[in-house]
């Protein structure tokens, strides 16, 4: 059933382009699928499963009888035309932090919080890349045992900062092994006043930092947390770090049940069979999650699991996913795929 015309904003950058590989091999019912991107961008042409695509510069009324609108082109152009795109009549699900804390847009992970959505929804918000994660992996943990305290570090990839600072990386690696001078000029943040190499690095620093000493990235992960979880008196921290991985954040959580007494094996049986997690957890084969051998994968992997020595409470795991597939683009999808549900069930 192919009913639905479809716009991707952003279209040219790698989560646009990972929306568009998503919405063909999961056989969205899309009648149409329109690349929207800047103006230096139009003309260019896409090919992906086989099919061609013409990127068209992003205007007003390219939103004209579109259903459904993907926006991943940053927060000013999700500012600039997602509201146009609601006017003309599309659904936005908008991949930036442009509306993600306003109270009246839902923020959403389907596997969490999908009853959040209705079928007449203007904008919808898709969470950062880490807390998708991080919350899909805790969700089946709070909703058997209950959840009170998270303390989250992450180890990011340099996708996640773009294009850029993928060839920043490579580049920087190049001139390591080189003996040459290295260059930075896009990490920990580009509009910073300070650069540092990420090549044999890791930078504790994602985003600009606020008056409270932590950075927005770690305030995102704070307060989207507590609005997909619907617990604004959850206690939230985390530390944001960026290393040299291509593809794939990794996160080390601690947390903190509402009940005492949970074993480890009860806490590893409340993961198992969930859709969309895969749980690795086996230290007598070394087995658990590594970043590398997420990349391209749909789902979240799990494993570190073990009991807090010291508190009845505690509990660490150690949390991995693609942040271009889950992490964004395959997120942004299942929100749209749930649409489709809303409005055929309706």
Known sequence: MSTLNVAIVGATGAVGTTILEKLLARKFPAKSIKLLASKRSAGVEVSVGG??????????????????????????ISKMF???????????????????????????????????????AGIIANPNCSTIQMVAALEPIREKFGLNRIIVSTYQAVSGAGTEAIEELESQANQFDNRATVEASVLPSAGGERHYPIAFNAIPQID???????????????????????APSMHVSATCVRIPVVTGHS???????????????????????????????????????????????????????????????GFHLWVVTDNLVKGAALNSVQIAEHLVELKTTS
Do not use: W
């Open 208 to 230: 600009a930092f606020d008056e409270s000493g932590y950075t927005l990235e770690e305030l995102k992960m704070i307060n989207e947390t507590k609005k997909i979880f619907e």
């Open 251 to 313: 996160e080390s959580l601690y947390i903190e049940l509402d009940q005492e007494g949970v074993t480890t094996e009860e806490l590893r049986a409340a993961l198992a069979d969930v859709p969309g997690l895969v749980v690795q957890d086996d230290p007598a084969t070394q087995s658990y999650p590594m970043a590398l051998y997420a990349e391209g994968k749909d789902e979240v992997f799990v494993g570190r699991l073990r009991k807090d020595p010291d508190h009845p409470c």
């Open 51 to 76: 099919q061609n695509f013409t990127v068209e510069e992003t205007v007003p009324e390219s939103f004209d009888d579109v259903d459904i609108a993907f926006f991943s082109a940053g927060g000013s």
């Open 82 to 120: 997602a509201e146009e795109a609601v006017k003309r009549g599309a659904i936005v699900i908008d991949n930036t932090s442009a509306f993600r804390m306003d109270e009246n847009i839902p923020l959403v992970v389907p596997e969490v919080n999908r009853h959040v959505l209705t079928k007449d």
